[in-house]
């Protein structure tokens, strides 16, 4: 099942506007099945596998000569070393618009990445998890559907699939976010407690926070 993104028609403007275009979010809200909807006839690459990540970051210039333009990269984070050789191909040919579509999720890393080289070349959007409007304007009026929106939350994935049970995808979820971008980009010496500060947030969600 498709559901229509509010953020589709920035992204296509974007496209339009700027040579390259990145767009950040947390995992599984949809970047990668956006831009492969928006732009079906752009070459996508993947650099989520270590190999791939591996060649686009030591060699930059090689691996951008052997993609077919435009290309959707996507988890560009993984390779920081392309940045620099982005920018220099973005400004051998500074005019032409919508080369480099690219998704990110893990924002500090990437936007450090992007303030150092790509500053007045890349447009920067994040895509959120679905709202409840674009909920409700592609599964068809039921009973409980507002009730079911507030259990199953926003993923994507979830809506595809209405058979998966929450539960099970969001403690799969925050045991990935542990493992992949917590320990990478944080580097906490302690998963276990960081899980702890995690439920103890979610416990406190929608109450008065006082710093005191």
Known sequence: MWIDRRLADQVLAASRQFPALVLTGGRQTGKTTLLRHLFPEATFASLDLPSAA???DEGGEEYLRGVREPVILDEVQYAPGLFRHLKVAIDARREERGRFL???????????ALSESLAGRCAVLELDTLASTEIL???PAEPRLTEEILWRGGFPELWRD???EPRLF???YVATYLERDVRLAL?????RD????????????????NLT
């Open 187 to 191: 580097r906490v010496g302690s998963l």
């Open 170 to 172: 969001y403690s799969s």
């Open 162 to 164: 209405r058979e998966i």
């Open 194 to 209: 960081f899980e702890r500060f995690l439920r103890a947030c979610a416990l406190r969600s929608g109450m008065l926070l």
């Open 137 to 139: 304007a592609a599964v």
């Open 102 to 112: 690219m998704t990110g999720s893990q924002k500090f890393p990437l936007m450090q």
């Open 54 to 56: 591996y060649l686009a």
